[in-house]
């Protein structure tokens, strides 16, 4: 239900009908119950009252808001991880490269892709990136805080070419390199680029100048 939750195919605002999730996933009421509740720890869903879950609205504000925290919390793993990375936290960034890389070159060569598979390999690329930072506790929150912005991409997130590809070599250059500043610089960019290309891609699909709801 989490991955349903934030790779769209439970739509942000969608009601959570029990009996239907119960089917869904073929589980008793009460489990999905204990469920619900941690989602909504997280902020994937909310507990309305007298009218049982939804799932979690999306805005314009909380889009930009969780792209500062991920860059904040990103940004220190960063560094931590390209100074204490070890040969085999190199050999992982360079393995999640690799798939990351193979399937955006297939959507650079207009090839059909599905857009769950290339978000997890997204996903897992930047990981790779900061798991060497050695603190269970900041993957932990950076892993809560992706995850809710990953929701945004799926939903409005289309790709950005040639430029995102760059931007991903840039990224493993400066690890393999345990180039700190550049590799924060590019990551800053990549992240504010990519919510602004977001935002652009909302209105155009609007057809208006709105963008996304108010919460």
Known sequence: MRADVI???LAPGARLRLEDLRGRYGVSVPTLREVLSRLGSEALVVA?????????????????????LRALIELHALERSFMAGDVEWKSQVVAAHHKLGRIEQRMIAGEPCDRTE?????????HA???????AE???VHRSVFDRYLRYQ???LTFRGQVAIDEHQTLLEAALDRDVARGQAVLVRHIEDGVAHALRAHAAQNGSGTVLQPR
Do not use: T
Not at 51 to 62: D, H, K, T
């Open 48 to 68: 309305e009252e007298q009218r049982g879950f939804s799932v979690a609205p999306i805005s314009e504000a909380n889009l930009k808001e969780l792209a500062a």
């Open 7 to 9: 790779f769209g195919k």
């Open 154 to 156: 799926m939903v409005y």
């Open 138 to 140: 900041l993957l932990a």
């Open 129 to 135: 990136l900061i798991k060497g930072c050695g603190s």
């Open 118 to 126: 290339w978000k997890r390999y997204d996903s897992g690329f930047h």
